[in-house]
């Protein structure tokens, strides 16, 4: 089934057009890279998916529902974009992660915690869980976010440029969780990325956006030299960059393992 669906989506704020007659739909359990310049939409189509906003024209479906209607019953995992990781709060790692299921009811608090180990233990950041979050480095209070939005063990799961701006991880890995929880748990995952030199080994599906949708198709199909030469013109430098595993000083993502997820 269409976990995720849009049909001629478009968003003004004000007299600005964001997204331009946009439509997409995603299988369940599949993986897709969101990749375009900054400013051309990106942020606003994950919200526009996750029912964070509505849109001025179109339609939204959530497996056949709109976001809000499924959003009752069901849960989703959402990164926001650079959030203020700098909580000056004497909040633990472990707090930080429960925050994100406080809402939830019909769970008691000891299956609650037991979701919490479990979203740090797939990071890598356990050992780290009754430390101060603000003392954290940037890479480790990103991972620590990431386990937040993974901890509910939602069906989608929208990720706003997860690794960008901190040192995160070897990117490989961080992937490669990914895939994992779509391939093998058949969470639908939409992530806005920069990644583009090492996406396309990970993901099902790459959309190429700016305002409107350039491509959408499977990531094989697509020949990404070409697609950034249409989402960033021809004088746009491109900059990729693949990770040296060797320089990478530990691997955390390597290891998961998600039994709550069966
Ligand atoms: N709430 C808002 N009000 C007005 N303009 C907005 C709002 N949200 C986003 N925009 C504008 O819409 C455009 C797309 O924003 P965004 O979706 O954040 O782009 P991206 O994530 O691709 O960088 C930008 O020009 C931004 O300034
Ligand atoms: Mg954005």
Redesign the pocket.
């Known amino acids: 089934m269409e976990a995720i669906k849009l049909e001629s989506v478009s968003?003004s704020?004000?007299n600005?057009l964001?997204?331009d007659n946009v439509s997409i739909s995603l299988g369940t359990g599949k993986l897709l890279a969101v990749v375009?310049?900054?400013?051309?939409?990106?942020?606003?189509?994950?919200?526009i998916m996750a029912g964070i906003?509505k849109p001025s024209s179109g339609k939204v479906a959530l497996f056949g529902m709109m976001p809000a209607e499924y959003r009752k019953k069901n849960r989703i995992g959402y990164l926001a974009?650079q959030q203020n990781l700098n909580i000056n709060l004497p909040l633990t790692v472990g707090d930080v992660v429960y925050m994100n299921l406080a809402e939830i009811k019909g769970i008691g608090k000891n299956k609650k915690r037991g979701m919490v180990d479990e979203a740090l233990h797939n990071v890598g950041m356990h050992e780290k869980k009754e430390k101060i979050f603000a003392h954290l480095s940037g890479g480790e209070r990103q991972r620590v976010m990431i386990a937040g939005a993974i901890a509910n063990m939602p069906k989608i799961l929208f990720l706003?440029?997860p690794s960008t701006g901190v040192d995160i991880v070897n990117q490989d890995d961080f992937y490669n969780f990914l895939s994992h929880l779509a391939r093998k748990h058949n969470i639908t995952i939409v992530m806005?990325t920069h990644d583009i030199g090492v996406i396309s080994d990970y993901v099902d599906e790459i959309a190429c956006?700016n305002?409107k949708l350039y491509i959408h198709d499977k990531a094989e199909n697509i020949d990404m030299d070409e697609a950034m030469q249409k989402l960033y013109g021809k004088t746009g430098k491109i900059i990729t960059h693949k990770p040296d595993n060797k320089s990478c000083f530990r691997c955390p993502f390597k290891d998961f393992n998600l039994k709550g997820l069966q």
Do not use: H
Request: net charge positive.
């Open positions: 968003v704020f004000g600005f964001a997204l375009g310049p900054n400013g051309a939409g990106k942020t606003t189509l994950l919200k906003i974009q706003d440029e806005v956006l305002r």
